[in-house]
Nanobody, 120 residues
Framework: QVQLAESGGGLVQPGGSLRLSCAVS????????MGWYRQVPGKERELVAAISNAGAPTYVESVKGRFTISRENAKKTVYLQMNSLKPEDTAVYYC??????????????WGQGTQVTVSS
């Protein structure tokens, strides 16, 4: 019943910027770690960035200094600000959110993905 709605993808030139948003809806009790993954054809889905309950971020090496992950807990939303985009950032980006049901039972949920294309 929990759903993740992604937005913000699109076509951008190299060096441009995009901001992805992922809003969680449904009946939930608490949200844990939130993150963004990306996948290109023929490759495994990889973790791009994640942010803990306390706001501590982690990033894959290739996006450090260019991407920023953030969250607004009151809105149950996680963002990914992507700056200085490169063609190799082109992928389908998926939101992933860990949802607690009762402080001891939890599972993760995936968004449907949003296409990011970086091309001149």
């Amino acid at each position: 019943q929990v759903q993740l709605a992604e937005s913000g993808g699109g076509l951008v030139q190299p060096g441009g910027s995009l901001r992805l948003s992922c809003a969680v809806s449904g009946i939930i009790f608490q949200i844990g770690t939130m993150g963004w993954y990306r996948q290109v054809p023929g490759k495994e889905r990889e973790l791009v960035a994640a942010i803990s309950n306390a706001g501590a971020p982690t990033y894959v090496e290739s996006v450090k200094g260019r991407f920023t992950i953030s969250r607004e807990n009151a809105k149950k939303t996680v963002y990914l600000q992507m700056n200085s985009l490169k063609p190799e950032d082109t992928a389908v980006y998926y939101c992933n959110v860990w949802v607690f049901k009762n402080w001891s039972t939890s599972q993760d949920y995936w968004g449907q993905g949003t296409q990011v294309t970086v091309s001149s």
